[in-house]
């Protein structure tokens, strides 16, 4: 029997500098680098608006508020996050001390929604008072500043109240507590 003429296997497929050409769509390549490009310039703005502290532990989160004749002054952060320690202070004046003490108070959504942990220094005395707290700080020990150790307890906005009885001064502000 006689053996088959075989021919070598041609190849169909174009080829480039003894490459495969495997064609492109020109139109497509460049609708996908229009994407790659706007999703690096959203990486880029999420990360530097992480870094000024929109997000919470930065210098856009930092806050603070006074009364107009400074007795009372609240250095806070406008962000916070779910259950991470935090610190609110208020720094008093000379014209805070009335009757020998200090009196402040400070509304519930500090306790529970913002989680007080404890108060530095410790109060002489602490009065439940409508919808909040009403410290007492005998003025022997006069504070400086007072500081709430906070740990958020819920996400969301929350809105917290001082007051400073002795003159009725009343800081009213919101936060953010990120999840």
Known sequence: MATPRTRPVE??????????AVGEDLAFQRRWWRFETTIWILFALILAADLSGIFGRGPLA???AKTADGTMKLDY????????PDVMTIHFGPNAIQNGRIEL?????????????RIIPQPKSSILD??????????????????????PSAPGSQK?????????????????VMP
């Open 62 to 64: 930092k806050a603070s």
């Open 130 to 151: 409508g919808d909040g707290i009403l410290y007492t700080w005998p003025a022997a020990s006069h504070p400086n500043s007072v500081s709430f150790a906070l740990a």
């Open 77 to 84: 952060e406008r962000v916070l996050r779910y259950e991470t």
């Open 11 to 20: 190849d169909s497929i174009s080829k480039v500098g003894n490459e495969l």
């Open 105 to 117: 108070w400070v509304s519930e959504s500090v306790i529970k929604p913002l989680g007080n942990q």
């Open 160 to 176: 917290f109240t001082v007051r400073l009885e002795s003159t009725g001064d009343t800081i009213t502000r919101h936060v953010w």
